[in-house]
């Protein structure tokens, strides 16, 4: 059965979008069978994947509203074995519409039911506020990966990620764990960058990601050419940290636990 992790920070700006992405794409590089659910409104992973979010014929919003199932909206991506559920503005309506149904939080939990099994991994990007699209990917997910950028607030925001993780555990989805923290946008010319990841590793009880991803231009880059940094500079250091990534997401895999 699909691991199911949510990229989930509240704060927008932080690399949540390029880190979904491009782990997808490493995963798939190292031979793994990796969906994408987009569940943010901007559809930023969607185009980031190479689709055009503007012409979708089915998507994230079609699912939750029930009007497809899950299997109609998965699209194959030019990346072997990574496919996607795009996601566009249609789905800023769809918290106003999800109101009135019943066990609203679980819809995308039950509607993936079907298709978990076709995976060995499913990364939901969330969108950066706790909406309901949020709960319902929290509700979904096995464990939930923190991207947090180099910067002096990240600390605090960060402690009270950990608190909404920890609700979500208590009231929605029991099982749900933090998969882990990942310093993303690290300048090494800067001493901040590395003040910041000292802090955060002196001070929070939680799973930090030894892979550090830089700030990196070629990564800057990729995303206007709606291509993975593996396609579009596959040899840069952008590319070789998230190779990294995955490789740690990989070994911290607990074969008993996602059967």
Not at 177 to 188: C, H, P, Q, R, W
Request: proline share 4%; net charge negative.
């Amino acid at each position: 059965m699909g691991r199911v992790i949510a990229v989930a920070n509240q704060k927008g700006g932080v690399g949540k979008t390029t880190t979904t992405v491009n782990l997808a794409a490493c995963l798939a590089e190292k031979g793994k069978e990796v969906l994408v659910i987009d569940i943010d409104p901007q559809g930023n992973t969607t185009s980031g994947l190479g689709t055009d979010k503007n012409s979708l014929e089915n998507s994230t919003y079609d699912i939750l509203l029930g009007e497809c199932s899950f299997k109609d909206a998965v699209l194959s991506t030019s990346i072997p074995g990574l496919s996607l559920v795009p996601s566009n503005m249609d789905l800023s309506g769809a918290e106003i519409e999800l109101v009135s149904f019943d066990n609203n939080s679980k819809i995308l939990r039950n509607a993936m039911r079907s298709v978990r099994k076709a995976y060995d991994y499913i990364l939901i990007d969330c969108p950066p506020s706790l909406s309901l699209l949020t709960v319902n990917a929290m509700c979904a997910a096995d464990t939930v990966l923190v991207p947090i950028q180099c910067e002096y607030y990240a600390l605090e925001g960060l402690t009270q990620l950990m608190h909404t993780i920890d609700l979500f555990r208590k009231r929605l989805n029991h099982s749900l764990e933090i998969e882990g923290i990942v310093f993303t946008m690290y300048d090494s010319r800067t001493n901040l960058s590395a003040q910041v990841v000292e802090n955060v590793r002196a001070n929070l009880d939680a799973n930090i990601y030894e892979t550090i991803i830089p700030r990196n231009i070629r990564l800057a880059e990729a995303p206007s050419y709606s291509m993975p940094i593996t396609v579009y500079d596959p040899r840069s250091t952008g590319a070789n940290a998230y190779r990294l990534l995955a490789e740690e997401v990989i070994e911290r895999e607990d074969p008993d636990k996602w059967q």
